[in-house]
């Protein structure tokens, strides 16, 4: 157990619709990254928070919105949801925001869009 | 283009023999080079490398880093059958005014008893 938890652990919607995965980091930790893992894409970087603020981004669409609430718990939104949005949805979190820290992973969210 | 790739992307051995996973990469601005190990759910941490020549070692499991030809090896010796798993490689570099993350797609792992 990370000590990161993510909810829901399951979710199925259908394309069109809107949803919110949430993350609560490790205790302590400040940082919170959002990935995605596909079949056929791998694991890809979405989008870092340190602190309330954006810190990095990467491939994240346009439909996705990320924030981070002050108490540390972040909300991932994916909106116009299209079948290829199914995939595993993790978040990861760490100490501070540098480059040069291990990453401690959520059990994912598995979304699945029909 | 891949800006990380890892080799070979699936392996079958049998217990009691040594692996060696390769993860070679192409990015400015390197930072730090990470290698997790995942099975049916979340990513877990094995090491993290940004220095080169300098072996990081977890009881069967070393890493090293090689920032001139800039790849990294990851061995695993006496393999278990726990040690079934995708092992992934992941690059931190610093582009367009933050830093990026970017994975391989894994090499997976099973190991036969």
């Known amino acids: 157990d990370s000590g990161v938890t993510q909810t829901p652990k399951h979710l199925i919607t259908a394309t069109g619709q809107r949803v919110t995965l949430r993350c609560s980091p490790r205790s302590g930790d400040l940082s919170v990254y959002w990935y995605q893992q596909s079949l056929d894409q791998g694991l890809q970087f979405l989008i870092q928070y340190y602190n309330g603020e954006e810190r990095a981004k990467g491939n994240i669409l346009e439909r996705f919105s990320a924030q981070q609430f002050p108490d540390l718990h972040s909300e991932l939104n994916l909106s116009s949801l299209e079948l290829g949005d199914s995939a595993l949805y993790f978040c990861a979190s760490a100490p501070n925001q540098g480059e040069q820290e291990t990453q401690y992973f959520g059990p994912g969210t598995r979304l699945l869009v029909l | 283009e891949d800006k990380v790739v890892q080799s070979p992307l699936s392996l079958v051995v049998h217990e009691g023999d040594t692996v060696t996973l390769n993860c070679s990469y192409e990015v400015t601005n390197f930072r730090s080079l990470l290698w997790y190990k995942q099975e049916k759910k979340a990513p877990t941490f094995l090491f993290m490398l940004?220095?080169?020549?300098i072996e990081k070692k977890s009881g069967r499991l070393s890493s090293i880093l090689d920032k001139k030809e800039l790849f990294s090896i990851l061995n695993i010796t006496a393999t278990q059958t726990g040690d079934s798993a995708v092992y992934l490689c992941a690059v931190f570099y610093s582009g367009a005014g933050s830093y990026q993350l970017t994975f391989g797609k894994g090499t997976k792992l099973s190991v036969i008893p």
């Open positions: 940004t220095s080169s020549g």
